[in-house]
């Protein structure tokens, strides 16, 4: 045997010198993204499990539409931290001492809220952990608030935009702290109009006369591309969310069995919606929403609170489906038999989730039709978006229609990924461009 030089030097020469990569500006946001992206996947699986325990559960107390009504009551706030997460790390971020530590403090508030919102509205808690959320909440607002007094003590223009923030933040805090207070419904109705107000405050803040009232003549400029990144980002984890709810607990149970069919299928189509969603309406050239007329961008951004609220209560309806994908729900559901409360159940989750994926469907064909076209004449095979969209329309019809089929959960996930997927097969034909080939030499693909 001979002895073989080593590969390893021992000495430390330049070329394999190495900078660390915590360094890189860049590489320390993404990093950042995805810890703060894999905390609010649990936080929202959290919220999902719990709406779906409360709208299909024996014995709850709760119907389908106060289950969806204190979901979406839970959701927007979490939302809402998120974003000003997204927007504070976007603005500010620097990586620093002080920078790392903001952000654990968020993060702790965050998980606070996530860990107890489940329990929010239940009688028994008797308003403790509504009470903690709203503090939660506050806190981080808070928070927020003051990173941008700091900010304006050193940058004086931006104190219009500070004081405005200030005041809409002071009145809505009001009704959020009046909420802990007042007995239900009153706590019900301040919640809402709380959630409610904040939007269109944002709204006016985005607008033109927010930028000659508020901005004194300077403004802000913003990384569009991480900002449509990062809510895109987002949609990936709400999809994740639904998909690690197929697999969380073996719902489908031991071995293969007609539940394994229908986690497969709800699986393609969670796959097939994070397509249709990439490909928009399938234009090769355009100006996106968030670049476009001021309202666009406020809109844009709604219809992705929107979607993903109804991607969560979808994938709730989904996994309920998935356990009892053999219910069928034809004859009698008012009964107070097992039986038949297994099968009202059902009834409740297909129409949750056709409901649920038309929303989805529609924002989606909202969202693709804020971007504007540049495509030239006769660049794709079908050339107008409109055509190529328009078998949205009845697709969204079928689907909301099927709960009147009286299907069980296994023959709703098939029929609903049928659809979908017709819909997908039918964009991407009309999205080829106009000369496309089913082969294609090795001169025209270089070419």
């Known amino acids: 045997m001979s002895k073989e030089p080593s590969n390893i030097s021992s000495g430390s020469g330049d070329s394999e010198r190495e900078e660390r990569s915590t360094d890189d500006a860049i590489k320390q946001y993404e990093r ?49 931290l998120w974003d000003f997460l997204r927007e504070y790390i976007g603005n500010f971020y620097k990586d620093d001492l002080l920078d790392r530590n903001f952000i654990v403090w968020i993060l702790i508030l965050s998980v606070l809220y996530g860990v107890n919102a489940p329990f929010a509205f239940t009688p028994a808690d008797e308003g403790n952990s509504l009470t903690i959320l709203i503090t939660i909440y506050l806190i981080a607002r808070a928070s927020f608030l003051s990173t941008y007094l700091i900010q304006s003590i050193f940058m004086p223009f931006l104190w219009r935009q500070f004081i405005f923030q200030a005041v ?21 109705a301040l919640l809402i109009v709380a959630n409610g107000l904040e939007q269109p405050l944002s709204f006016i803040f985005a607008s033109p006369l927010g930028d000659k009232l508020l901005s004194g003549g300077w403004k802000r400029t913003n990384n569009m591309n991480r900002y449509v990144e990062r809510h895109e980002g987002f949609f990936i984890i709400i999809l994740g969310e ?69 991607l969560l209560i979808l994938a709730a309806s989904v996994v309920f489906l998935v356990k009892n994908n053999n219910v069928n729900t034809t004859g009698e559901t008012n009964g107070t038999t097992p039986e038949s409360e297994v099968k009202a159940a059902t009834q409740h989750a297909i129409w949750s989730a056709s409901a649920t994926l038309s929303i989805t469907l529609l924002t989606m064909t909202c969202v693709a039709l804020l971007h504007r076209s540049l495509d030239k004449p006769n660049t794709l095979v079908v050339n107008s978006r409109w055509i190529r969209l328009a078998p949205r329309v009845p697709a969204i019809v079928l689907i909301m229609c099927l709960p009147l089929m009286s299907l069980s959960g296994s023959a709703w996930c098939g029929f609903a990924c049928i659809v979908i997927y017709g819909v997908f097969v039918w964009e991407a034909y009309a999205g080829l461009e106009k000369d496309w080939k089913w082969i294609q030499t090795k001169d025209e693909v270089e070419d």
Request: hydrophobic content about 50%; proline content about 4%; glycine content about 10%.
């Open 168 to 188: 809409s933040s002071v009145l809505t805090s009001s009704l959020w702290i009046a909420a802990i207070f007042v007995p239900y419904p009153g706590t019900i």
């Open 32 to 80: 950042v993204d995805l810890f703060i992206d894999l905390i609010w996947v649990g936080i929202i699986a959290n919220l999902s499990g719990s709406f779906g325990e409360q709208a299909f559960g024996e014995n709850t107390g709760v119907t389908i539409g106060e289950a969806v009504g204190e979901f979406c009551l839970l959701f927007i706030p979490i939302w809402r």
């Open 242 to 310: 639904g998909v690690f709810r197929l697999i969380e607990g073996s719902p489908s149970g031991i071995g293969i069995n007609s539940h394994t069919g229908t986690v497969l299928t709800a699986l393609l189509l969670y796959y097939i919606l994070h397509w249709i969603y990439f490909n928009g309406d399938q234009t090769k050239s355009y100006v996106h929403a968030v670049r476009r007329t001021w309202w666009k961008p406020f809109l844009w951004k709604l219809l992705h609170i929107i979607m993903f609220g109804a």
